[in-house]
């Protein structure tokens, strides 16, 4: 964790202090939903290829390393689940396993497509889109995988969209006979 905080820390410093030497001329109204180092070269005047080069030279810091370490414990994760014996626990453990696998390709997705985009064909309209999704779903997913994987909240779920559960009782189970 202490690792984490010190490569942000850095990786900010650089950005902000590469961004102090940038000429910004006309609006300077960033029209995103937050200030953020693409859009923000996008409105700049004056040479940016430097910051460029830096964001995506972080980005691999900060982003790829850390997705491939993710995939590489979810490969040795993947490898314990296959040597559970019991069919339902292998397939309740993968079943989690492979959604939390997908919140974190959306997240380091997003962030990819966030901050590496080709200078040519920019749109500020998409990058506020992936900005919105890397920003918004992922958070919001969490939660839901965690607590979806509990019955009684699964249960108060069905009920507030207005789906009945069933008796999973039999008769045969409620008179004793077999």
């Known amino acids: 964790a202490t690792v984490s905080w010190l490569w942000a820390i850095l990786a900010s410093a650089i950005h902000t202090s590469l961004a102090t030497k940038v000429s910004f001329c006309g609006a ?3 029209y995103h939903i937050f200030c953020d180092v693409p859009p923000l070269l996008k409105i700049a005047c004056s040479d940016t ?7 995506h030279t972080a980005s691999v810091f900060v982003g790829l390393i850390p997705f491939l370490l993710i ?6 994760i993947l490898l314990a689940i296959l040597r559970i014996r019991s069919n339902t626990g ?24 966030n901050y590496n985009r080709p200078s040519t064909g920019y749109s500020l309209e ?12 992922p958070p919001m997913l969490n939660p839901l995988i965690y607590s979806l ?3 009684d909240v699964r249960g108060a779920l069905r009920r507030a969209l207005g789906h009945h559960e069933k008796d ?11």
């Not at 959604?99 to 959306?106: D, G, S």
């Open 71 to 76: 995939l590489i414990s979810y490969a040795y």
């Open 90 to 113: 292998r397939r309740k453990a993968f079943s989690t396993c492979a959604a939390h696998l997908v919140v974190v390709i959306m997240y380091f997705g997003m962030g990819n497509l």
């Open 149 to 151: 994987r509990n019955q």
């Open 28 to 30: 300077n109204q960033i």
């Open 49 to 55: 290829s430097i910051n460029e080069m830096a964001l």
């Open 126 to 137: 998409v990058d506020t889109l992936v900005s919105a999704l890397y920003c918004i779903l």
């Open 168 to 178: 999973n009782t039999s008769p045969r189970a409620q008179t004793g006979v077999d």
